[in-house]
């Protein structure tokens, strides 16, 4: 049996949250734009403004130094294997098991693993995942028809 259902109910919805998210699942039905000429759709893409908010504002700050952030949760790492590999030879040493040796490396592994999924929360918006569209020199993204404000612009007069 499972000790711990809240732990259990909090993974599946995230994971619900994530797919909903990834897949623009939404309750309400939004309103479905259209074309006039139906056989010429495939010469179209729809594309939404981008929205400059508080998250792009922070990632794009954040990117600029995520090389360094790499390499400063890198270098953590690596003291975070020196530190495990310690605490096994001190273990073997000994020719018995001691889990005191492990404490400290499981708690800057949890902490590691924390800096890394907030890090790449901050500096991976959704906007970084969709695709840029560039008309009349304004910055747009891809996004379905049913997207509000969604406009359907000619494919050839886009650059990517």
């Keep these: 049996m499972n000790k711990k259902p809240g ?6 919805a995230l994971a619900a949250i994530i797919l909903a998210t990834i897949f623009h699942f939404s ?13 010429n ?3 179209y893409l729809f ?4 929205k400059n908010n508080t998250w792009d504002s922070v990632s794009n700050m ?5 090389n360094y952030i790499f390499y400063f949760v890198c270098f ?24 005191d040796a492990y404490k400290r490396p499981w708690e800057i592994t949890k902490v590691i693993f924390w800096i890394i999924v907030v890090s790449m929360v901050l500096i ?8 840029k569209v560039h008309v009349n ?12 404000n969604a406009r359907a612009v000619r494919v050839r007069n886009n650059k990517y």
């Design 47 to 50: 594309v939404c403004p981008m």
């Design 7 to 12: 732990l259990l109910f909090s993974v599946y």
């Design 62 to 66: 954040l990117s600029k130094g995520e």
């Design 124 to 131: 991976k918006t959704p906007n970084y995942y969709r695709a």
């Design 41 to 43: 759709v495939v010469n």
């Design 76 to 99: 953590i790492v690596i003291v975070l294997l020196f530190s495990w590999g310690w605490a096994l030879y001190q273990n073997l040493l000994k020719d018995k098991f001691s889990a």
């Design 27 to 39: 309750l309400p039905g939004g309103k479905e734009s259209t074309l006039h000429n139906a056989k």
């Design 137 to 148: 020199s304004n910055s747009w993204v891809l996004c379905e028809n049913t997207s509000e």
